[in-house]
């Protein structure tokens, strides 16, 4: 980690099952516990007081989540068949062509791995079950309308520029990946860039100054054969 990251609220805490490299300054609310051992000074509680990380604590267990459970109740299903991309709505129970052509902002780019790209601008609200990885460009949502979206993705989630996302209606999950995930932000002094339960079964890459009400789980496996793989390790910078 690295930068000055501030964990706040009544459950502003961090677990790592490993190691921590950390540079820079952060402020912690709860506490740091790792399984493992800290290399770097700089970490301090809320008030900027200096505090010490829990080091050698069991290993926390954390299931593994599979983000194409219940994929048929989700408001939108994208996947390739027979080399061509599309999306399925559920609500009209319609299903489009994605290859050449963009629906609802989605468009297939890539086959091998197999990639869904969104131009954030064209987001539409929903929940979606995505049989290969993401990538959004843009600025998806914005400050005073972010853009309500629960993306679960059997690949990973590279998402760029300045997001302002939170959970579809009815859901708690922002992000469900089986690969990696990379987000990053510019916080705004009083909006959030994201929220809700963000789930890596790989890496996590959280970059920029993002501004996040979130549980973030990384857990560190390897990629899946089909998942672009965008970082090697967990990093929380900015």
């Known amino acids: 980690s690295g930068g000055n990251m501030r964990i706040k609220g009544a ?25 493992g051992s800290i290399i770097g000074t700089g970490l301090k509680d809320e008030n900027g007081v200096a505090m010490a990380a829990k080091t050698g604590v069991p290993p926390m267990e954390v299931p593994d989540l599979n983000p194409m459970d219940n994929c048929d ?3 939108f299903r994208l ?10 709505r559920k609500s009209t129970n319609l299903t489009y062509n994605i290859s050449g052509t963009e629906k609802f902002g989605w468009k297939m780019s890539s086959t091998s791995p197999v990639i869904f790209t969104l131009s954030g601008p064209s987001a539409t609200d929903g ?31 590279e998402i760029s520029g300045n997001p302002f996302m939170k959970p ?15 987000l990053p932000g510019n916080a705004d002094a009083a909006v ?28 560190n496996k390897v990629d899946p054969a089909t998942s672009k793989n965008i970082v090697s390790e967990n990093v929380i910078s900015g």
Request: hydrophobic residues 35%.
């Open 11 to 35: 459950c502003g805490s961090v677990h790592v099952n490993g190691n921590v490299d950390h540079s820079g300054t952060s402020y912690v609310n709860g506490q740091l516990s790792l399984t």
């Open 79 to 88: 996947y390739m068949s027979g080399g061509q991309g599309y999306l399925y």
């Open 127 to 157: 929940s979606y079950c995505i049989d290969g990885n993401v990538v959004i460009s843009g600025n998806p949502g914005i400050p005073l309308n972010p853009v309500d979206m629960s993306l679960y993705v059997n690949g990973s989630v």
């Open 192 to 219: 959030l860039n994201a929220e809700g339960i963000i789930y890596a079964e790989s890496q996590c890459m959280i970059d920029g100054n993002p501004r996040l009400a979130a549980q973030l789980i990384c857990k």
């Open 168 to 182: 579809a209606a009815g859901d708690s999950a922002l992000i469900i990946a089986n690969g990696d995930v990379k």
């Open 73 to 75: 109740s989700r408001d």
